[in-house]
């Protein structure tokens, strides 16, 4: 379940709490049970996912793709990142500062966990982690940045209305909160 941190050290675990502090943003946090399809399980608990295996989790989860696509998601992938990874550091340095997507960022995490950062309309920050069962969307034009937390690993579910519109375009904005990955990890 996510955690949310502020900037004054104040935490909130409820949903209906982190929903409320998200709202200036208009970042939406949901909570999307995985089930207990014992193969689907079986597969979130290996480090490593051939292709054929990325193909049955989604597959396994696809009633979420089909609610997405009523919003104009196109299509979805699965990212699995894990500390074995060749260029971790490089690949997660794209993410680590302030930037802003032309489309939305949706992620459905269903194994790990990583933190996304937010600069609210006033200027202050606030860090999220999200975890296993959790469902963000954070809309086209929002200052955000994201990290692994001290685990190091994530699955988690992206979709997609174009991937063009992904590309980080970063802005000048200093992160003042670091790191989030203290919070029980």
Not at 3 to 22: F, M, N, P, Q, S
Not at 24 to 46: F, K, M
Not at 117 to 143: A, M
Request: glycine fraction near 4%.
């Amino acid at each position: 379940m996510a955690i949310l941190r502020l900037e004054d050290g104040t935490t909130y675990t409820h949903l209906r709490d982190i929903a409320r502090e998200l709202a200036p943003l208009n970042v939406q946090i949901n909570y999307w049970t995985i089930g207990d399809d014992s193969e689907l399980n079986a597969l979130l608990l290996q480090d490593i996912l051939s292709d054929t295996e990325k193909q049955q989790v989604l597959q396994a989860l696809d009633t979420y793709f089909h609610q997405q696509q009523t919003e104009g998601y196109q299509s979805r992938d699965l990212i699995v990142l894990h500390p074995d990874i060749p260029d971790l550091e490089a690949l997660l340095s794209k993410f680590n500062r302030c930037h802003t997507h032309a489309d939305p960022e949706v992620r459905y995490i269903i194994a790990g966990e990583g933190v996304f950062g937010f600069v609210r309309p006033d200027g202050s920050q606030i860090e999220l982690i999200v975890q296993s069962e959790d469902y963000i969307n954070v809309p086209s034009d929002t200052e955000h940045w994201f990290y692994l937390t001290a685990s190091r690993q994530i699955k988690a579910v992206r979709y997609f209305t174009t991937t063009s519109g992904w590309v980080p375009e970063y802005t000048d904005t200093e992160i003042r909160l670091r790191p989030a990955s203290v919070l029980g990890s």
